[in-house]
């Protein structure tokens, strides 16, 4: 009796090992559908129709205004960044959507996709804290795009952990940078509509792999918050809607828009 009980408890280890190997190996590509954004593209029937009518349009770009005198809304120039794809004739000025002000303080958000990167370089759970894509924009935009000047310039940020609303996934803990992506939180409190979302890529960034579907002029982008899980990163699509579920941390296809916190000296 002692031995059969001996037995029972041993296939129960062995029966939870394997459920966690499965966990492990099936979860990632339990959502493959979503696993880059023209996949994900293709499932959405609203983008279908609208891809097959080719009707949107380029968003109006707002005034340019100096840091000075910038408040959200406007347009501000700040550093510079290949944008043409034609290196020969050096880096363009960067564009920013001020979004908010706080005494000479400015909350900038790249006005188009500057670049094509991965969330992460593999496909597993992973929070923001702890993915590639942050020291990419911290140590390789932060030094491409400005001069030791203009860094100084720039704050460093508490970057919060906010949670996906939609699903709860955890967001890992807060962090302290200069270099950030927004929130779902964030791109919710800062844009009233899916027009106002709605993201064009530089020559630049497509020429990296940003995904543009047919009839369209405007890119998905990461949001720095979870998916539905937590091999998965929220974004923005293509018609400036929240894609809540995410797409692969690993996706090639989706725009990079930085956010940074400026001083304006005034």
């Known amino acids: 009796m002692k031995t059969i009980k001996i037995l029972n408890w041993i296939l129960g280890v062995l029966g939870a090992f394997i459920v966690i190997a499965l966990v492990i190996v099936i979860l990632p590509w339990k959502n493959h559908e979503t696993d880059n954004a ?34 959200p809304g406007d347009c501000v120039i700040f550093g510079r ?3 043409d794809n034609d290196e020969a004739n050096g880096k363009e000025e960067i564009k920013w959507l001020v979004l908010e002000r706080r005494d000479d303080q400015l909350l900038l958000l790249s006005l188009y996709g500057l670049d094509c990167q991965a ?36 704050l ?28 779902l939180a964030e791109a919710d409190r800062y844009f009233a509509s899916n027009a106002e979302r709605l993201c064009l890529p530089t020559e630049y960034a497509r020429a990296q792999g ?14 720095r918050s979870p998916g539905r899980y937590g091999d998965h990163a929220a974004c923005v699509g293509n018609l400036g809607d929240f894609y809540y579920v995410g797409l692969g941390v690993k996706a090639g296809d989706v725009a990079i828009r930085p956010a940074i916190w400026i001083k304006t000296g005034t």
């Open 38 to 71: 023209a996949n994900a593209d293709a499932g959405k029937a609203e983008a279908t129709a609208m891809s097959e009518a080719a009707v949107q349009t380029a968003p109006a770009v707002p005034e340019t205004a100096s840091l000075q005198n910038a408040v």
């Open 81 to 83: 960044y290949e944008q």
């Open 119 to 154: 969330y992460h370089d593999k496909t597993r759970f992973v929070y923001w804290s702890n993915c590639v894509l942050r020291p990419w924009l911290n140590e390789t935009f932060l030094q491409t795009a400005f001069t030791e000047e203009e860094q100084e310039a720039i």
């Open 156 to 183: 460093e940020t508490t970057v919060t952990a906010d949670p996906n609303p939609m699903f709860n996934t955890p967001a890992g803990s807060a962090v302290e940078e200069k270099v950030f992506l927004l929130s």
């Open 210 to 223: 940003v995904y543009v579907k047919s009839g369209f002029v405007a890119c998905w982008w990461w949001l």
